[in-house]
């Protein structure tokens, strides 16, 4: 199932705890007629006799329905809590996925994608007096019925107040949608920037760039408060008339009803039992408005993680055989995330089993491009790559990241320890299997060298490892469970000649294991253990071939190029 249905679907299980809460409701809303049925026998009946008996007969069954209401309205609460955490476990995972996946598939766009925190908000609304006042809110015809049958000139009144508030309520929602949109977009811009500044804490401290980071970030901070401002006005000023309003309407009720009490058209006991049964017919009306940020709020948060899951949606594919043959590349064009122009254009050529390819070329000539696109990181506009005459895109995620290893430019450890980064968060990795990758990478006894070993727990983004040891240890990570595609982007840029020899090692042992090995280089010393050299320029291949037949054509055009002057000069 696509994962754009989850939402409804989940929200489709809960129907039946859902469809318990409006009879709960129902009957809640009944016996909130009980304080004013026992106010109109207390002042028609009890003071109108003088029974003791029959006050305290009433007082008593007022105490049994208030305790059965309190029941089922905690009940009511705790069915909403359960059905928000439920929605709230149900989707986490597949919002986390979607939160991962965005700045591959939504490109910039991606800053606009927050699933997680809209399950937040979902899950906190049903945890709120808001949607309480939702399932209240249908019962108020039962109220206004109630005031019609006291006398039909109360009920008009009442109706026509609750109208009014109906059309305040309308005006809210129609003015605050807006506003609380750019809130939440700023917010959003806000939090990403503030990230971004963390992130790069040690740029932003050792050049001095704080008062500047500092002001865009205030001029940020101002746009999120100017919304949030404004949201907040046109909900408080709806607020303050819904209140103000009912408050006055249940004084031209007790007014009316004395008029007609006096008229003896109706019991002065009915006259205040109109005029409370009236109030509490519009209370969900007020809660309602008052709660009109959050309404507004959860409902943009249902949309848009409808929109992301739908935009990053990774339905389940079947399982396919382990791949161990060939890896090809069929004239692929390459996207980046969200944009329309390919960067990367007809790259075509395959590899067997026990071969190594080095992609080599200048900055930009979209090396990198390629390597996204052999583990499916970015798109392929056109053309395929196949792994066993498979496409990638045919693999289940999970799987085809079983099959692949990956190291990119910039290499992010993970907060935990050395083990699980290395296992990749697997939680049933076995610990003879984290050794020999690590081994794989030359990074064993680096590793044992920590201070804790491989229980080292790591801190974010493993700032407490320098360049080269993150760089070691992604390599062990890549190397993790023998993958049969092992790419590698600029693996060498952090590493010393120690490090250099333990790469070159790592790349001989995917080979002799029957494994594909693809190394982004910069270095000639790194495709040293490569078979095939591809060279890439300006997003094409500019010459593919066996590693010294490209070579030699390399050298020969770097001296024929330093000659060019000296003949001229002839």
Do not use: C
């Not at 006005?233 to 009490?261: D, N, P, W, Y």
């Not at 309602?288 to 389940?316: H, I, K």
């Not at 080292?456 to 993958?483: F, H, K, M, N, W």
Request: no cysteine; proline share 5%.
């Amino acid at each position: 199932m696509a994962t754009k249905t989850v939402t409804a679907r989940i929200l489709r299980t809960a129907r039946t705890a859902l469809i318990g809460i409006g009879v709960f409701s129902f009957v809640i809303n009944l016996l909130m007629l009980t304080g004013p049925i026992y106010m109109l026998q207390i002042y028609d009946r009890v003071l109108a006799s003088g029974s003791i008996p029959t006050l305290i007969t009433l007082s008593m069954i007022v105490i049994v329905l208030y305790a059965f209401m309190a029941a089922l309205d905690l009940i009511r609460q705790r069915i909403l809590i359960r059905i928000g955490h439920t929605f709230d476990d149900e989707i986490g995972a597949t919002a986390f996925a979607s939160y991962v996946d965005a700045p591959m598939k939504l490109g910039t766009l991606a800053a606009h994608a927050q699933p997680i925190r809209d399950v937040d908000q979902l899950r906190q609304f049903f945890s709120s007096t808001g949607i309480t006042a939702l399932f209240d809110m249908p019962w108020m015809p039962l109220y206004l019925a109630v005031v019609y049958m006291v006398h039909p000139a109360l009920g008009l009144l009442a109706t026509v107040g609750g109208v009014f508030l109906i059309v305040i309520a309308i005006l809210t929602d129609r003015m605050a949608r807006q506003a609380v949109a750019q809130s939440s977009e700023t917010s959003t811009k806000r939090s990403l920037f503030a990230d971004s500044a963390r992130r790069n804490a040690e740029v932003v401290r050792g050049m001095g760039m704080l008062g500047g980071i500092g002001y865009v970030f205030a001029d940020l901070n101002r746009s999120f408060l100017r919304a949030n401002a404004r949201s907040a006005e046109i909900v408080s000023t709806s607020t303050v008339l819904t209140k103000v309003f009912r408050l006055f309407l249940q004084s031209a009720i007790l007014g009316l009803g004395a008029f007609l009490a006096v008229e003896q058209l109706i019991t002065p006991g009915s006259m205040i039992a109109a005029s409370i049964i009236m109030s509490r017919a519009l209370q969900p009306i007020e809660a309602a408005v008052g709660n009109w940020r959050q309404f507004l709020g959860s409902r943009q948060s249902y949309r848009r993680l409808n929109a992301t899951l739908e935009a990053t949606d990774d339905s389940e594919r079947m399982e396919l055989p382990v791949p161990h043959a060939t890896v090809a590349v069929d004239h692929i064009a390459v996207l980046p995330p969200g944009g329309r122009t390919p960067i990367l254009h007809d790259v075509s050529f395959s590899l067997k089993s026990g071969e190594a390819l080095g992609v080599i070329g200048r900055s930009g000539s979209g090396k990198s491009t390629l390597a996204r696109a052999l583990v499916g990181v970015w798109p392929t506009a056109r053309g395929t790559v196949t792994l066993d005459g498979a496409p990638i895109g045919q693999y289940p995620a999970g799987a085809l990241g079983r099959h692949l290893g990956y190291l990119p430019q910039d290499v992010e450890l993970f907060e935990g320890t050395v083990a699980d980064n290395i296992a990749r968060f697997d939680p049933d990795f076995a610990p003879e299997t984290v050794v020999a990758a690590a081994r794989a990478a030359g990074v064993h006894d680096l590793v044992l060298s920590l201070p804790e070993g491989y229980n080292t727990v790591l801190g974010e983004s493993g700032a407490t490892l320098s360049g080269g040891q993150r760089q070691r240890i992604g390599l062990a990570r890549a190397l993790y469970g023998d993958p049969f595609l092992v790419v590698l982007d600029e693996p060498s840029s952090n590493l010393d000649s120690e490090g250099e020899a333990a790469l070159t090692a790592a790349v001989d042992a995917v080979k002799a294991r029957g494994g594909i090995a693809v190394i982004v280089a910069h270095r000639p010393s790194t495709v040293r253990s490569v078979d095939k050299l591809l060279m890439m320029g300006d997003g094409r291949m500019l010459d593919y071939g066996p590693r010294d037949e490209i070579l030699a054509k390399v050298t020969r055009r770097r001296t024929d190029v330093r000659m060019v002057p000296t003949e001229a000069a002839e």
